[in-house]
């Protein structure tokens, strides 16, 4: 082969590999929202809001867990803290949905360095309602429900120049249907299949909505990155056998219940689409 045409080709392929980094790396840039923190100091009385949602029953048990500690990712107690942060009336805690989204944003870390970026901006909102639980008015972020009428009624949402815990959440909810769909098509797929194209599919259907072009375009880079089905499977600690998947499927239940009720309450306000 001509050495002139290796060396040119050598250098197309350097500038595409810099050319795709820049892409995911402005694509998950957007992602971000500022860190600076603020709240609310005025009272305001706890409620209860109703959401009838009934849960169904479920194969994980602390005796039979579903994965093995690995990598810091465990799925069950994903599944438990999930599960324990829903309390009477369908009411969220926040305290335990962040616990429980702390241990699920693990999970990112498992899909490769280039999503290290979504595992930076969800950690970064994390510690944003972090925050707002360690602040004077910390009783009034004690639930999800609680939250959002603080919020609504001195005007925290409307402001787009601090994020406030409504919008913080939202950011989170929104990649929580995401992360179910995803689940779903761990179960649904088999390793004939190549995962990237069903992990996109799972992305196109939900959070792709809700992201720019540059966004999208960014995501679906970083999908082609993802390990297989099999090699993801086996650094979440999971079988791929009949229990597995059905431990998989359980969790992504339970992740779209926690989904239904906040979509619910953030709906009641009309917060779905804050900016």
Not at 70 to 86: E, I, P, W
Not at 128 to 144: F, N, Q, W
Not at 236 to 255: T, W
Request: charged share 25%.
């Amino acid at each position: 082969m001509n050495p002139l045409l290796t060396v040119i080709r050598q250098r197309i392929r350097s500038f595409l590999l810099v050319l795709l980094t820049i892409t995911v790396l402005l694509g998950f840039y957007f992602l971000s929202l500022s860190s600076e923190t603020y709240g609310p100091t005025t009272d305001l009385k706890d409620v209860n809001t109703e959401i009838p949602y009934q849960s169904v029953a479920t194969t994980i048990t602390e005796d039979e867990e579903m994965s093995h500690s690995h990598d810091g990712f465990d799925a069950l107690r994903v599944y438990n803290l999930f599960t324990s942060c829903k309390g009477e009336d369908d009411i969220i805690l926040l305290d335990t949905y962040i616990d429980a989204y702390e241990e699920l944003c693990k999970l990112f870390r498992l899909f490769g360095t280039i999503f290290s970026f979504v595992t930076s901006d969800v950690e970064e909102k994390i510690n944003i309602l972090r925050d707002y639980r360690k602040s004077d008015v910390a009783e009034k972020y004690k639930t999800i429900q609680t939250l959002l009428e603080y919020e609504v009624e001195h005007g925290a949402t409307k402001n787009t120049k601090k994020p406030s815990g409504a919008r913080t959440l939202l950011r989170l909810h929104r990649a929580l249907e995401f992360i179910a769909a995803f689940l779903l098509k761990l179960k649904e797929t088999d390793n004939t299949v190549k995962f990237s194209s069903a992990a996109m599919k799972a992305y196109d259907d939900t959070l792709a909505r809700h992201h720019p072009w540059l966004v999208k375009k960014a995501v679906h880079v970083a999908m082609y990155m993802l390990p297989s089905r099999l090699d993801l499977l086996k650094k979440m600690g999971v079988e791929d056998n009949e229990r597995g998947m059905q431990g998989i499927s359980d969790l992504a239940h339970e992740l779209t219940i926690i989904f239904q009720v906040t979509e619910e309450a953030y709906s009641k306000d009309n917060l779905l689409d804050l900016p």
